[in-house]
């Protein structure tokens, strides 16, 4: 079976080595030799993409759509690409008001992708002496797109792609990286509380486990971090996605009494002097 993974960061990992979620969720498949039960998400599989009645205990075949920071257009247009070679797709749905845009500035290293306008800010501070004014000014242009932006306008755009989405493989699993990832009505559609169950407050919690503050976090990341979180919330987010497929409803319980087993440097590099990289999910 051909599962296909779409998102941001929350659905990538810092390198191979990292504890992924959908590798633990497709051994979970994998591992599950009972039949799907009547209720579960592939009940409701078209007839023409799966016709066999077991779809647990197969060979999960993985493909990696996702990319780090980008916004969600850019997983419409890869789901657009590749829904049909996949027998389920599993979308993580960023924030509306994302726009990847690559820019290239005056020197090579400089290559950038930005997201939104506070990664602008980030790039102008980090590299500031080294910027040309043709650089600057492609910046600050690029920060006037941000502030111009309508929220109203992008939401709305948002959503419609969300129900393309859904219109072309409605066995789709949509699972919001933050709290205004969904609307309170798909949000409500889907079984899901728009405050408590996303990504982001997983990372949230774990950032509470190890004592480190929200409001001024500046510790890069380990290479054993996938979708910023450890192995622990890994594993957590696996058997949430298990129990949603096997059963076809969202089951959270259990986040606040996730542990995290190692310490702090395990997960984050000791902060540097003057070190000024915020997370960017």
């Excluded at 650089?135 to 129900?163: A, C, P, R």
């Amino acid at each position: 079976m051909n599962v296909g993974i779409y998102g941001d960061s929350y659905a990538s990992a810092n390198s191979p080595q990292a504890v992924k979620w959908f590798e633990l969720l497709a051994e979970k498949l994998e591992n599950d030799k009972t039949p799907a039960p009547k209720n579960s998400l592939f009940s409701f599989f078209k007839k023409e993409k799966k016709t066999e009645k077991n779809f647990f205990g197969e060979k999960i075949n993985l493909n990696i759509y996702s990319w780090a920071g980008s916004s969600f257009y850019y997983t419409y247009k890869k789901f657009l690409e590749n829904y049909k070679s996949n027998d389920l797709n599993i979308v993580l749905v960023t924030n509306p008001g994302r726009y990847t845009k690559k820019l290239d500035l005056t020197k090579s290293k400089f290559k950038q992708v930005i997201t939104t306008e506070p990664h602008i800010d980030q790039v102008i501070q980090t590299f500031a002496p080294e910027l040309t004014p043709v650089d600057k000014n492609k910046l600050i242009f690029l920060k006037g797109w941000f502030k111009s932006q309508d929220y109203e306008y992008v939401t709305d755009m948002h959503e419609l792609m969300i129900q393309k989405m859904e219109s072309l493989d409605e066995s789709t699993i949509f699972y919001p990286c933050f709290s205004d990832s969904l609307s309170q009505e798909r949000s409500k559609k889907y079984g899901l509380d728009v405050q408590t169950e996303h990504m982001h407050v997983y990372f949230h919690r774990q950032m509470e486990l190890l004592n480190l503050p929200m409001t001024d976090f500046a510790a890069p990341e380990t290479e054993n971090l996938c979708g910023h979180l450890g192995p622990e919330f890994n594993e957590f987010f696996a058997n949430v996605l298990y129990k949603r497929i096997k059963t076809g409803k969202w089951d959270h319980s259990g986040m606040l009494d996730v542990k995290l087993n190692k310490s702090l440097l395990f997960y984050y590099q000791q902060r540097m002097p003057n070190e000024q990289t915020p997370v960017q999910p």
